[in-house]
């Protein structure tokens, strides 16, 4: 009973809050949010660092891990404690009613993650985790596809098609981004990019409610970041619970994407394939996933075998530093993003082309890194070679 009157008055409060300030009231919601957020993040980070040392509950370099000295990984508690304060005091409002099933979800996927940085679970463990923080978002809170928007023909889906698509989909993308986390800033950089892109896009419809939630967790990680790029004293990695948070993050931002672009009554400018587009605002890291699983599957190595594929230990294996990589892998994902969202502007482009485009340019892309690697390697075995023979002659 008492949690539903401060409920109820913490709803009336904001109310009342949107008379008095009127059309100035979004402005207040999003910058509140971000700036909230942030100072959170930003006051908790040094104290979760000490405990992490004192409770040595840090990472260690090895060969996949290329940072210098002992690391906190518990960053992802900051990100989550201060997107869930500001999310739930300045995301109020009729249309808001997801945002509390999405706060039982997150608390699922963060206990999972502390678990992980700490015990390093069994990987069956935290799939159960991402499932059951999955069906809590999809089935109670109800976001879910519903729609394919004409994707192999298809348009409207059954329920339950629609939770099984929806579910699979929350686990790749959280995997996705957990993966792309091998350099520092990455996974949160893109997290940034990828609710910019939605945030952008909702409050152009007047969703303020939606682009609120993306200062919230904008503002979260900007807290995060300062410590994980700028800091010494402080530095700290946000480990699998930060990072299985961005991912659910964004997933959600996604499907809310969708969903609002089926529904003409509430946006003025639907986007047209917004599959495509949500995809795109998410490309690195699930363009990246995919193509280290299809070298795998070449390489006939077990798909869940951690290696050096990835995208970004191919830019760090060409001598590029993480603020350098940061840089080049926003810059394709801002790339490909603005390319499909300006190619989804013109009714007579067709799905199929869409895709086919953004595949060829990512495939060059991304391809280069191994190219340039591939002719160092050539150099340097030439001129071995050319050494060797040297050697011979004389």
């Known amino acids: 009973m008492s949690l539903k009157l401060k409920n109820f008055s913490t709803k009336k409060a904001m109310l009342e809050l949107q008379n008095y300030m009127g059309e100035y009231f979004k402005f207040f919601q999003i910058f509140g949010g971000l700036i909230l957020a942030a100072i959170i993040c930003w006051i908790s980070i040094p104290s979760i660092v000490s405990v992490a040392k004192m409770k040595n509950l840090c990472e260690k370099p090895d060969e996949r891990r290329l940072h210098k000295g002992v690391i906190p990984t518990m960053g992802g508690i900051g990100i989550f404690s201060g997107l869930l304060i500001s999310m739930l005091i300045f995301c109020q409002g009729e249309q808001c009613h997801f945002i509390q099933i999405f706060a039982a979800s997150a608390v699922m996927l963060f206990f999972i993650g502390v678990k992980d940085d700490i015990l390093m679970i069994a990987p069956v463990t935290k799939l159960i985790g991402q499932i059951i923080s999955s069906l809590i978002l999809c089935v ?204 989804a502007g013109y009714t007579d482009t067709s799905f199929s082309r869409m895709i086919l485009i953004v595949f060829i340019l990512l495939m060059a892309l991304f391809h280069i890194p191994q190219a340039l690697l591939t002719l160092r390697k050539r150099r340097q075995e030439k001129m071995q070679q050319t050494k060797e023979n040297q050697a011979k002659e004389n």
């Open 140 to 343: 109670v809170g109800n976001v879910r596809i519903t729609n394919l928007c004409g994707l192999f023909g298809i348009t409207e889906i059954p329920y339950f098609v629609g939770i099984i698509l929806s579910v699979g989909l929350i686990i790749f993308v959280i995997n996705a981004y957990n993966l792309i986390d091998g350099v520092d800033g990455l996974a949160g950089l893109l997290g940034i990019t990828t609710t910019l892109f939605f945030s952008v896009w909702f409050y152009r419809e007047g969703l303020y409610f939606m682009t609120a939630l993306g200062a919230c967790f904008i503002g979260a990680v900007i807290g995060f970041l300062r410590y994980n790029l700028f800091s010494q004293k402080n530095k700290i990695f946000m480990g699998d619970t930060g990072s299985q948070l961005v991912g659910i993050f964004c997933c959600l931002m996604a499907m809310k994407f969708m969903e609002y672009n089926l529904n003409t009554t509430l946006v003025k400018h639907p986007v047209n394939h917004s599959i495509a587009v949500a995809v795109s605002f998410m490309i690195v890291p699930l363009f990246d996933v995919v193509r280290v699983m299809f070298i795998r599957r070449v390489l006939h190595r077990p798909i869940m075998l951690p290696d050096n594929h990835h995208i970004h230990y191919r830019l760090k294996a060409l001598g590029l530093s993480a603020k350098w990589i940061d840089t080049i892998l926003i810059g394709i994902n801002c790339l490909v993003a603005a390319i499909a969202w300006y190619l």
